[in-house]
Nanobody
């Protein structure tokens, strides 16, 4: 059974930090790349960050550059998103998603490009 399980969300004050984890199982991790998305109430799901399985390159949406860091522990089949200097506008449900993308070095940013999704974890940043 394919599973992507996010953890680490919560409530934090503006300027604070949170670390999200995405634990993958049930598929060949090396054949897939992981992206993080978020969805705020009333808004579309947006791509936040991505790590390429081909070359390890990382990608970030402009508003999170310099504040968020994506990383991967291939041995643990887990991808992380460290979020620093959080802002109220970062409040959303955060999802990790997997795309079969073993050789690509580009960032797929449309949700429909992804094959598997986690259940999401709520991140709330208070002002």
């Amino acid at each position: 059974e394919v599973q992507l399980v996010e953890s680490g969300g919560g409530l934090v004050q503006a300027g604070g930090s949170l670390g999200l984890s995405c634990a993958a199982s049930g598929f060949t991790f090396d054949d897939y790349a992981i992206g993080w998305f978020r969805q705020a109430p009333g808004k579309e799901r947006e791509a936040v960050s991505f790590i390429s399985s081909a070359d390890g390159d990382t990608y970030y949406e402009d508003s999170v550059k310099g504040r968020f860091t994506i990383s991967s522990d291939d041995a643990k089949h887990t991808v992380y998103l460290q979020m620093n200097r959080l802002k109220p506008e970062d409040t959303a449900v955060y999802y990790c998603a997997a795309v079969q993308d073993k050789y690509s070095t580009t960032w797929p940013t449309r949700p429909d490009e992804y094959d598997y999704w986690g259940q999401g974890t709520q991140v709330t940043v208070s002002s």
